[in-house]
Nanobody, 121 residues
Framework: VQPVESGGGSVQSGGSPTLSCVVSGYSFSAMGWFRQAPGKEREGVAAINGIGDISYADSVKGRFTISQDNAKNTLYLEMTSLKPEDTAMYYC??????????????????WGQGTQVTVSS
């Protein structure tokens, strides 16, 4: 079961795109958005568990919003006030087991292929 992301692209600083991730065929304990910029390690952006508990990285608090539509098996990441430093490949990931909405890359088992977000100044 592999998540499938969509919604990336090139945007201007201050833009507000929304990323989507469809995961079908299985129920996961938590899902999250991660990103990886060139030359940098993959990092957690936002995560949500099955009962709606949410975590955000400090760098995106107040600008990004994670949500899920269980009926559509879809995870969203609403991004606002984008900055050039938000440029990265964004990945959707899901985890089994403990329903903790953490941002640790190693805790997630199923990863999408990613969708590129490029922010120009």
């Amino acid at each position: 079961v592999q998540p499938v992301e969509s919604g990336g692209g090139s945007v201007q600083s201050g833009g507000s795109p929304t990323l989507s991730c469809v995961v079908s065929g299985y129920s996961f304990s938590a899902m999250g958005w991660f990103r990886q910029a060139p030359g940098k390690e993959r990092e957690g952006v936002a995560a949500i568990n099955g009962i709606g508990d949410i975590s955000y990285a400090d760098s995106v608090k107040g600008r990004f919003t994670i949500s899920q539509d269980n009926a559509k098996n879809t995870l969203y990441l609403e991004m606002t006030s984008l900055k050039p430093e938000d440029t990265a490949m964004y990945y959707c990931a899901a985890r089994h087991g403990v329903a903790i909405e953490d941002l640790d890359v190693e805790d997630y088992n199923n990863w999408g292929q990613g969708t590129q977000v490029t922010v120009s100044s």
